[in-house]
């Protein structure tokens, strides 16, 4: 099998939204090489200057004029679908989308199938499979070091969900979702539990609200099920923190149990093996000051995805496999509101 012939050119990027958590995208995008920045799009103008690129407000006119390869969408998801038409329509090449992908699988499947049917590759902005505590579960996993694995839980526990001002010093439209734990945050477990784990075979829920200012949940579990008695919960509580200088670092605490051994995640972003029958533990990774997000995470993406565009290399998260996590989003709101484990688990 032929390999793609690598390209040398610099890789023309153009990025749509300047919001809170744009700012990681562009110091990203500004570390990573084999790129050039050519514009940011906002419908606040003013925020678009503040990039220091080339400023628009409408996405139709920056996409004519600076003729991007890759278009960057770093908006909510109302706008999505709308911004990956107007990226085909203009010819780019490939697309990362933030999420949550779209406002409904709906729309993420008309926004996937569009993308095929031209060759744009599409590439979801799912980022916490690429911080670096995950890539090390990962290698143990693959590496078989601990043995026969039985049990995943992770412990969110943000700390930024109490009181009257929760969520509105950063991310306001936080306190007015329908959905918020699973929707907006959970949902980097569903994909992180479907990396290390694979796809389940049943999921269970129990949501709940706690702080009454917002309108969506804000603590609850959810449970994979897998083969052989595996499972994997993630439990979730923003009024709650856990122990760290900086509780955004990991946003909780996570372990991965063995018949060999057990990995723990603490909160400063280190992971420790102890294997099984001892009290000592071994650091595989070491604690440090990460740049940007969630150690780096939104540069590691953005790397993976510009390796794949110009050396043909394989990608993660690409939209028709991201529909998959939309499918148990779905899954885990539906099996909480029936109060029962769903085993029938479809996917799209």
Known sequence: MNQKKKETRA????????????????????????????????????????????????????????????????????????????????????????????TSLEEA?????????????????????????YRTFKHALDSGMLGDVLQLTFRLRTGDGQGP?????????????????IHETGVH?????????????????DLRRLNPVIKGEDAGIFVFDYPGGVRALFDGNRLLDHAAENCRTTLGEASLEGTAGTLTLSGDGSVTLRPFGNLKETVLLQP??????????????????????????????????????????????EADRQGRKIRDVAYA
């Not at 001002?165 to 734990?181: E, G, K, S």
């Not at 569903?190 to 829920?205: H, N, S």
Request: proline fraction near 6%; aromatic fraction near 10%.
């Open 109 to 133: 499947e008309e926004a996937t199938r569009l993308a095929e049917k031209a060759g744009v590759t599409l590439v979801i902005h799912e980022n916490f499979r690429f911080q670096p505590w």
């Open 288 to 333: 440090q000051p990460w740049q940007g997000f969630g150690g780096d995470c939104v540069k590691n993406l953005i790397t993976h995805v510009v390796d794949g565009v110009l050396d043909g290399k394989p990608l993660e998260n690409e939209a028709r496999d991201y529909l998959k996590v939309i499918a148990l989003e779905k899954m885990i709101y």
């Open 11 to 102: 890789l023309r990027v153009a990025c749509l939204g300047a919001g809170y958590f744009a700012q990681f995208h562009y110091d990203a995008w500004r570390r990573t090489g084999r790129v050039a920045l050519v514009g940011a799009c906002d419908q606040d103008l003013e925020k678009a200057k503040e990039t220091g690129l080339a400023a628009f407000k409408d996405l139709a006119v920056m996409l004519k004029m600076t003729c991007p390869d890759l278009l960057d969408i770093i908006t909510p998801p109302p706008t999505h679908l709308a911004a990956i038409k107007a990226g085909i329509s203009q010819g780019v090449r490939a697309i990362i989308c933030q999420k949550p992908f779209c």
């Open 165 to 181: 001002r929760a969520y509105l010093d950063r991310q306001p439209y936080f306190q007015d979702m329908p959905q918020l734990l």
């Open 189 to 205: 477990w569903v994909d992180t539990f479907r990396y290390l784990l694979g796809e389940p075979e049943a999921v269970y829920a």
